[in-house]
């Protein structure tokens, strides 16, 4: 079964600082980890546990500013789905303006042709007077499509805010694991150092202090 970083972490912090803190291992291995060797082995881990934190504050908000993003953008699209039904059933008689209002084009999927076709729509809204009239009667006044168009603006900066989080993710994702691997390279050279000093029963020395070199 594959084990989590975390607890490879773990095994690895055991290893560098139980060699570090016991004067006998480090006596014994020293013609090959002299001090500023073993000392490089807990700057790594360091090293890799900081990544790991930094994944995890970054995952974090990236995930809550992606979740600010599609909340804003779901009370947007439901609105405005509102808006298009009182249009429709008001001037489904009228195909000149259904067609100014973009009414007779389906709602993309693409979120830049969303954007700009809920845009398009609040805009030409608010040159019709008589189609706020209209939408006022069921609850939809032009203070609900000034606040819209706000929430299009404010939606823009919220996805601007969101793929900038998400990099910062990617990027401390990459580093969590180039750290992680630097890590464990030097864990398994050390453990194969104390193989060549540490044979037989001299394996129950290491394992007094919580090392294991199998």
């Not at 073993?38 to 992606?66: F, I, N, P, R």
């Not at 209002?101 to 398009?120: E, F, G, S, V």
Request: charged share 30%; proline share 2%; glycine share 4%.
């Amino acid at each position: 079964m594959n084990r989590t970083i975390e607890a490879r972490l773990e095994d690895g912090r055991i290893l560098v600082y139980g060699v570090s803190e016991d004067a006998s291992i480090k006596a014994r291995i020293a013609a090959i980890y002299n001090d500023k060797k073993l000392t490089h082995g807990t700057e790594l881990y360091q090293a890799a546990y900081g990544a790991s934190k930094d994944q995890d504050v970054e995952k974090s908000e990236s995930t809550a500013a992606t979740l600010q993003f599609n909340d804003l953008k779901g009370s947007v699209h439901d609105r405005f789905m509102n808006i298009r039904g009182g249009i429709r059933y008001f001037f489904k008689a009228d195909p000149a303006l259904m067609n100014k209002l973009q009414m007779n084009k389906q709602m993309p999927t693409n979120y830049a042709q969303w954007r700009t076709m809920i845009d398009l729509t609040l805009t030409a809204i608010e040159a019709q007077p008589v189609v706020q009239e209209k939408l006022t009667l069921i609850n939809l006044p032009s203070e609900q499509i000034t606040a819209m168009k706000a929430d299009l603006a404010k939606l823009e900066q919220l996805r601007l805010s969101a793929e900038k989080e998400d990099g910062e993710a990617q990027r401390a994702t990459v580093k969590k694991q180039e750290s992680f691997e630097e890590f464990m390279n030097y864990c398994s050279d050390l453990r194969e150092c104390l193989n060549l000093f540490y044979h037989g029963n001299d394996h129950q020395e290491l394992e007094k202090v919580g090392i294991t070199v199998k």
